[in-house]
Structure formats: structure tokens, C-alpha cells
DNA sequence: CTGTTAGCGCGTTCAT
DNA sequence: ATGAACGCGCTAACAG
């Protein structure tokens, strides 16, 4: 392994040349430079960057915090970061946490020990999160209402509201809910807007309408069980994901239900997946690329030291009508 | 920023014992023990790990390099290797290549800048792939036949050929294929299976039954058009991913087919999704996660300098028969 | 068990 | 335009 020395003794300059020669080859003389390249190239000298990085005292690096690096959502926001990062010469830190307060904490403690400069978190904050913000440059993405540091998220309330309210002017009256955990912020935004929008159509609020899942898409399936045991079902029910709302598709099928017209389906996110599953999937779009870029540029802004004009960004969402939907059928 | 110095004098000790403190707590007395975590407690110490690494030469850092970090199965072969990973306490850096070799080269590039200690490609080998084996430790994973670098992959072309051998042996006799890429190391082990499956049954290849994709849902759906125009369509199609198989299930049902009846469709690779879709998909399972763990845990052996006793390790890989494949209709 | 010393490879003064 | 010298924070000899 050649060092900045081994090429200066070749070359027969100082080191301190070389190393301009490196990065600001104009305060070099032609052949000053000419001798470095060429004892570069005979050497195959390449620079150690665990010495710049340690001298410079910057990582260049960032850190992904994912729930769980298989979830298509995820990886789109991850694209979406790993874009910007690449522009400004950044490295992105794969952080899967699984949903483990212990690994998320040792990933933190990449940032306390230098190893990387900031973080992006990719699930709504909870109190129990605990980023040491005041030792810890953090963006959050895919947060949620009162989320205490910069973040980027889209109106979960507001999304949910208008799905359900799409669902009533179909003509249902009883419309279900498959829901992420209870306690999940995302779950309880989502809650929220349906709940508003039941209110604002004076429909009274049937906790057994609410079926409790886990994001994922066996859940999906498993919660159909319950709706299909009722003796007054839904004719509609609102999925906290694409991925639940998949599984119910299956669900229900299995049972012989014909969809959309036995039960209208609804998903949330817009995975690419959504648009073609059978029946194809009314959802609510979000814009998980550019949510990833977002927070990759507020995160370098944090880094960089500027003050940024907001901390909250709230992107828009689009709701896609697909083929899952349709009015109830006539009793 | 405390540091070791600070601890020290803080400590009243020297850094080399708060050094040994922190790395070999046994060689240090129980009152110097104690000084040194007080110090560290009082001043919020954390040790400087882009230091320690300069001063080891090592980045305790792995890169994986992935074509796109958005596809279902990387995805889960990366969730393999992070567990390894983990373990041995190494970060893994992402390295989204977007097939540009651009991209790749950079990240290539970590590991001769010694950012990293190793790499694991996430894709077949192909010629022009360029991974310079000499200044760079390598490993591929999801490899095909004839990669001249150690791999973890599985049998693709017994794969194909069973799975062609189960549609005939189901009565069909014009097979289709929809596949990737011509050139895409898969596609060509795969073909070449499909192709010794119809050898044996003594079937004549026709050049008119295969379709080349991508590996992507659209051009599952666009083949489905090449499909529809022949006159003597196949009764069943061979699909080199389940992405593609998901998309041509879409486009079959658009077209009016029924499915399986009309048209059996297989997959290849096993994602979560194709238990879900309808018809659910016949597929090769691929043990993802265990190619992943497989690779890392060769790169941590080519890392730690120990000769690994193979170099090519073949994972087996189980057929799974669902609802997408019956035989053909009677005429 | 402890402290002193000498670098790791690089960038950056400050002279020349 | 160039070089000598220092130090970033830490570990690993060595000597005591």
C-alpha cells in the first residue's frame, strides 16, 4: 500500500506537494504535477480516505435507519436519499433496525463516535425513539404529526379523511378499517382523518369496524377473518398500506367473495406492486422518492451548518381511483 | 468534542490506561477502573472511531453493491448479510449502482481508498463488470456459472430446466418464455436449462415462443402482447422473475384469459408477494436471505485472510407449486 | 499495573 | 512554487 510518502520520495518532491498536487493542483508547477502523476501511476497510489476522514474530522456518510430494509416503501425513500447523498459525495450507511430499540441505538452511536454525520430516520418519532438530538443531526422521514425535529411527511390525517370520504360518496356507510398497530403514529394519524371524516357525515364511530394489523401483508389476510365472521360486514374497508390491503384482497377472494363489488378495498402508499395486483388497487400515492431527497437535503443543510428556512415539510399526496373501489351492492 | 486526553487528565491517569480501560478493562486496577469511567461519564466522552480505524487500518465497513436497492429480492439477500454483518461488527455501506458501471466503479473505489474492507456484487457476472480482484476483495453473490471470483449463487440452469420439465409434464408442449435480458448472465443460464428440458422431452425450440424482458412488472405485461398476436399461442409461460410473471398474469387477465386454464404461468425467485397474488404464483424459491449470510460470511473469511475451503457455494433452491399452473386445456 | 514515547497518513501552517 | 514540521486521536510497544 503506497502512502503520500512513497509517491513524494518517487517524485522527489515533499509530501506537502503531493498532497497539493491532489487537491489544488493550480498551486502546483507543471512539472511538479507531471512528476507527482507519474509517480502516482507507478506506484498505483491511491489516497487513504480513513486518514483524510480523520484528519478532516467528517465522516462524509450518513445513516439509514429502516424498520425493515424489505419493505418496498422503504427502499424507494432509501433511493430517493442515496440520489441526493451521491450528489454531494456522501456515503449512505445502511442502518436496519428491525425494529430493535438496541440496534437503532448502536446506529445512533454511529453518529456519537464519528463514523457518520447525521442520520435520516425512516419511521414516525416516538417518545421512546430517544435521538439524542443534541448530539445527533437528525431528519425524519415519514413522520408524523408533532414530530419534535426537522422532518418530511405528508398530511397522514388529511389523506385518510379523504379516502374515507371517497368511500362514503360511493355510498358506504359501513366502512372497516385494517390498522397498523394501535400505537403506531402512523396508525393514529390515519385514525384520525377517518374518524373526522365519519364525524363529519354524522356516522357514529363502530369500534368493531376496526380490525388491528401489523403492516404487513399476512396480517392483511388474517384480519379478514374477522370482518367475514360478522354477522353486518363492511362493504368497505380502508387499509393502512398496499401491503395489508393485499393481503385482504387475498382474504376475502379465498372466502369467495367477488371484489370490488362484494367489498370495496382501499391501500395506502402506492407501492408499484398495487398496480397490478387484481383488482388493482385504489390508494393514496405518496411521493416516497421525493420524500427521500427532501430529507437528504434538509439533513445536509443540518450538516452544513445552515440554519433552514423550514423543519417541517409537508409533501403532497395524490389519491389513484383504481379498480378496487366501487359503490355497494344494492340489498 | 472530549477527548482520550481529556478523559485522562480529567481521570488523573494517563491515556494509555484510559485507553486500556476502554479496550482491555482487565489489565487496569479496579480505582484507575473507576476514575476513567467517572471522567468518561462527567465529560460525555465518546471515543473517535474514524481515529481508531486510521490507526487500525481498518473501516470495519463492508459495501454491497446492488443494481437497485427497490427490488424485492435484493432486498431480502441484503437483510442476509447486514445479519452477518452485524455480528462481526461491521457497517454495510449501500452501494445503489443503478446498473451504471460509473456508479459501480466509485463504490469499487471505497475499498481501494481503504473506506471499506470488502465488497459483495449483487449481481451476475459479466465481463465488462471489471472488479479489479487484485487491490479488491470480492464476493459474488446470486453469481451464475463461469464467475471467476468466489460466489455464493444457486443451480439456475437445473432450476429452469425442472421447472420446464413440470409445465410439459403437466401436457403442455409449447412452452413460452418470457425472460430478461438476452445477455444478463440469468437469462442465459436459464435459457439454457429451458432449452435442455425441451432436448430431453424432444422438442423443437422455437425462437417465436420467447419474449425478452427486463426483469421488470412492465415488461412481464408488455410481453403479453407478443403473446396475444401469435396464432398458435403457447398454453404456458415460463417467466425468468416473478416481477415479470406478475406483470404477464396482468396482462393475460386484461386480455380476457383466465388463468391458470388459459395460460400456466411460472416465476422465478420466490418474492412474499407471489404467495398473494391470484392466481398465486408457481415458483422457484430462492433462499435469499441465505445467499446473503452465505456471501458475507465468505467475505468476512477472505477479509480475515483465511483461505476459504470452497469458493463457489451452490444453494439449493425448492419449487413451489401454487394456483398459477394446470394443464393445458383439452381442444 | 502504569506512564512515556512513537508513529498511523494526511493536510496545513509557516517559512523559504 | 516548494519543503519542513506539527498534530489530528488513538493504539502499541516499551520501560518502570
Redesign the interface.
Known sequence: MATIRDVSKEAGVSIATVSRALSAPEKVSKVGLKKVEDAIAKL?Y??????Q??RN?T?N?IV?LVPD??N?FF??V??GI?TVA?KKGF????G?TRDSST?EKNFI??V????ADGIIQLRPYTSDSALPME?VIAVNASGCENTPYPTVRIDNVTAAKDVTKYLLSLGHTRVGVISGLHDNPHSVDRMKGYKQALDEANIPFDAALISEGDFT?WSG?NSTEHFMRMSDMPTAILCMNDEMA??A??GF?RKGLKLPEDMSITGFDDL??S????P?LTTVSQPAEKVGEKSAELLFKLIEGVVPSQTEYILPVEFVIRESTTGPRKQ
Open positions: 498505483h491511491k489516497p487513504n480516505m480513513l486518514s476522514k480523520f474530522k465522516a456518510c439509514v430494509i424489505s418496498l427502499t424507494t432509501i433511493r442515496e451521491q456515503n449512505v450507511l445502511l436496519d440496534r452511536s454511529l456519537e463516535t464519528r463514523q448530539s401483508m389476510l393485499i393481503g384482497i387475498k377472494r408499484e406492486i398496480r397490478y395486483c387484481e388493482s
